[in-house]
Nanobody, 123 residues
Framework: QVQLVESGGGSVQAGGSLRLSCAAS????????MAWFRQAPGKEREFVVC????????NYADSVKGRFTISKDHVKNTVALQMRGLKPEDTAVYYC????????????????WGQGTQVTVSS
């Protein structure tokens, strides 16, 4: 049974940092593209960033380029999202996802999802 479990969310002031982590079980992260999506109240789920199975290819949404960094730990089978320079518009529930496709950006191409972790950025 595949499980993705996110952790690390919380509340910060604008300009602050948070590090999210996604622990994968039941699958080998280096065989899947892994991604972070987010969803704010009343909005559709939005692509944030993805990383290829081997970890060599990444794709960031323009809104987070230069502020967020995704990484994989193949030994721990985890994916992390380091977020810096947070803005109030980054407030959302952040979801970890896994796909057999190669770095897709559409949520419809992801096979497995975590339960989400809340990130709140105050101004």
């Amino acid at each position: 049974q595949v499980q993705l479990v996110e952790s690390g969310g919380g509340s910060v002031q604008a300009g602050g940092s948070l590090r999210l982590s996604c622990a994968a079980s039941g699958l080998t992260a280096n065989r899947y593209s892994m991604a972070w999506f987010r969803q704010a109240p009343g909005k559709e789920r939005e692509f944030v960033v993805c990383i290829s199975g081997g970890g060599l290819v990444t794709n960031y949404a323009d809104s987070v380029k230069g502020r967020f960094t995704i990484s994989k730990d193949h030994v721990k089978n985890t994916v992390a999202l380091q977020m810096r320079g947070l803005k109030p518009e980054d407030t959302a529930v952040y979801y970890c996802a896994a796909s057999r496709a190669v770095t897709p950006t559409s949520p419809h191409q992801y096979d497995y999802w975590g339960q989400g972790t809340q990130v709140t950025v105050s101004s």
